[in-house]
């Protein structure tokens, strides 16, 4: 609370308004190992600190989110969810000190302090990325092309079992 009347008043110029509840708490969602620990993840929170001045808060690892395939496969999503304060420790927000660069370097810290394999960098591959909602869209639309591809392989496939039926007699 101190932190956040400081705020206030540092964007208000003394004159006490709500501060915009947007800038108070930052959230990052991170894709975890199903190993990583509470710790790793602390480590990570304490480099964001460090960095941006962004005092960690919380942080929930999420092991019960997936989906399950056509065959009938469990995939996990294993990811954590790390809540910091938006504001650093003289009142302003972190979000103006956080540049395009900087997610590049938070990638790399994921990946360090986890341990994990990095992604190679868009500026490398040129691929577009998806939003969250074109990227269901995509994942709607291949699954349904590959479903009618199974359907038509397996119609093939009966097809030419009757022809080479036909053959041997």
């Not at 003394?14 to 710790?39: A, F, G, H, Q």
């Not at 995939?75 to 000190?97: F, P, T, V």
Request: proline letters at 1%; glycine letters at 4%.
């Amino acid at each position: 609370n101190q932190l956040r009347s400081f705020g206030t008043k540092r964007k208000s110029r003394n004159v006490l308004r709500p501060n915009n509840s947007s800038s108070e708490i930052c959230s990052l969602v991170v894709n975890i190992k199903d190993t990583t620990t509470l710790s790793d993840l602390e480590k990570l929170a304490n480099k964001f600190e460090e960095k941006f001045g962004a005092t960690p808060l919380q942080i929930a690892i999420h092991r019960d989110e997936g989906w399950i395939d056509e065959s009938g496969q469990k995939h996990i999503n294993h990811h954590a969810h790390i809540m910091l304060m938006g504001l650093d420790s003289e009142g302003y927000s972190i979000k103006r000190k956080i540049k395009t660069r900087h997610f590049r370097e938070m990638q790399d810290w994921a990946s360090e302090i986890l341990q994990m394999e990095r992604g190679k960098s868009v500026r490398e591959t040129k691929r577009k990325r998806l939003n969250t909602y074109e990227y269901k869209e995509a994942m709607k639309f291949r699954n349904a092309t590959e479903r009618e591809l199974k359907k038509e392989l397996k119609k093939l496939q009966k097809e030419l079992l009757k022809q080479l039926n036909l053959l041997m007699i």
